[in-house]
């Protein structure tokens, strides 16, 4: 019988609706608590706003039975979960912990003595601190870990998520969970929360060291990745194939090459590793020059892309504007609607810049293009459906493996695969 009879999540995207969803499966009241007020009259309803295998069974079911609901304003709890966003700012990669800063005003009202508090959005070391410092601030009246220890009346821990989009329903109850509390006891009773569903261990150490394990399994993919990318590059200058060269090279038993891309995306591992680097610039060489060569992939692709364009229309003997190119995929993985730091996003908006003829966008888990498209400066950018992409576009450029496209033919005409897809059909 878990302690935690009601429990508030702060944040209902990705990782927070699904994680609320969880909880409230094993009959435990959970109130959810999101600024998007669309969001929240979604789920009321029993329905989700964001596309994730399983979660809109989970989310009904638990909305039908009465224990979840979601609102705008947060209410008393025993705990509460932070699942907000944590992006950077601008050039400099700085992490922006206004999010969490918002999320702490917020439940700071409403907090009793003998709650716990604990952070899930990946953060740079030190931000559940900052996150328990805020809180203090607002909630004089009470004592916290950082000036009362194990006898404070409010507990607060890093539990990091470690899931992967498109699985996170099975992945939440299989994958083992690191908790790092501020004290032993806040660590033990974020411990008892999370055994409500977890499968897998629940490791305990502390908010600095869980704060940067996340960080660390990020930064590890991020440069194994980069190593793919750069041989991708190499590769297209020696005319060699890449993906031939890693399936060879990966034969060795203690050789474990991931798969070159487009360039790197998402809310962790295009993110996670500037928090690294942000606390320790100096020492973080590796680390920074990793997400460097991830994030000049795409520009190698757009001009991969403008090259073909151009050929063709010298082969045909027309303007470069009479070329129609279709860009397959714009979320940052395959089979989601998850755009966040997608690099095939960035790759087609700015070929809306740099192209000025038609230009076509195929993703089929969304249905209206994103506002970051709209407007194109270019010939104009169209959200078109697979079969018409297909049969009307000269160039075909191949950014995200989704389901569908992987099912396909390759399309005839002028291809730039950046994922191997079409290569490998």
């Known amino acids: 019988m878990t302690p935690f009879s009601k429990i508030s999540v702060i944040g209902l995207g990705y990782i927070g609706l699904p994680t609320a969803a969880v909880f409230a499966s094993r009959r435990i009241e959970v109130v959810g608590v999101d600024v998007n007020a669309a969001a929240v009259e979604t789920i ?8 994730e295998p399983d979660l809109d069974i989970a989310v009904h079911a638990a909305v039908t039975e009465g224990y979840l609901r979601a609102t705008t304003t947060p209410e008393p709890a025993q705990a509460f979960l932070v699942a907000v966003p944590t992006p950077f700012r601008g050039a400099d990669h700085e992490p922006d912990l206004s999010y969490i800063e918002a999320a702490a005003q917020a439940i700071a009202p409403v907090l009793e ?11 740079p070391v030190g931000a559940t601190e900052k996150l328990a410092a805020w809180l203090a601030e607002a909630r004089p009246d009470l ?11 409010i507990r607060v821990a890093h539990c990091p998520e470690r899931v992967l989009p498109g699985k996170v329903m099975q992945e939440l109850f299989s994958n083992d969970r690191v908790i790092g509390g501020m004290t032993p006891r806040c660590s033990q009773e974020a411990m008892a929360l999370y055994k409500t569903f977890v499968q897998g261990d629940c490791v305990i150490t502390n908010a600095r060291t869980a704060e940067m394990a996340k960080l660390t399994e990020n930064s590890f993919r991020d440069v194994n990745i980069a190593f793919a990318n750069e041989l991708s590059v190499i590769c297209d200058q020696l005319d060699i194939d890449v993906w031939e060269l890693i399936g060879l090279a990966n034969r060795h038993p203690r050789v474990n090459i991931l798969q070159p891309g487009p360039g790197v995306g998402g809310h962790c591992i295009a993110v996670d590793p500037w928090f690294i680097v942000s606390r320790t610039p100096e020492a973080a060489r590796l680390i920074r020059t990793a997400r460097l060569v991830n994030d000049d992939k795409p520009e190698w692709v757009v001009e991969k892309v403008l090259q073909g364009v151009a050929r063709i229309a010298a082969d045909r003997g027309c303007a470069a504007d009479r070329i129609r190119i279709a860009c397959y995929g714009l979320a940052f993985k395959p089979d989601i609607d998850d755009l966040r730091e997608s690099p095939a996003l960035g790759i087609v908006k700015t070929l809306g810049a740099r192209h000025a003829g038609p230009l076509m966008a195929v993703e089929p888990n969304i249905r209206a293009l994103p506002a970051s498209l709209e407007g194109a ?5 169209d959200l078109v459906d697979l079969d018409t992409a297909r049969s009307t576009a000269d160039l075909h ?7 569908e496209f992987k099912e396909a ?11 191997g897809v079409w290569r490998l059909a």
């Open 143 to 153: 004592s916290f870990p950082q000036n009362a220890g194990e006898a404070s009346d």
């Open 397 to 403: 450029v191949m950014l995200v493996g989704h389901r």
């Open 113 to 123: 003595a003998g709650n716990l508090v604990v952070l899930e959005s990946t953060s």
């Open 44 to 51: 009321n309803r029993g329905e989700i706003h964001i596309v």
């Open 409 to 419: 033919a390759p399309p005839q005409g002028y291809l730039v695969d950046a994922q």
């Open 377 to 381: 400066p270019g010939g104009g950018i």
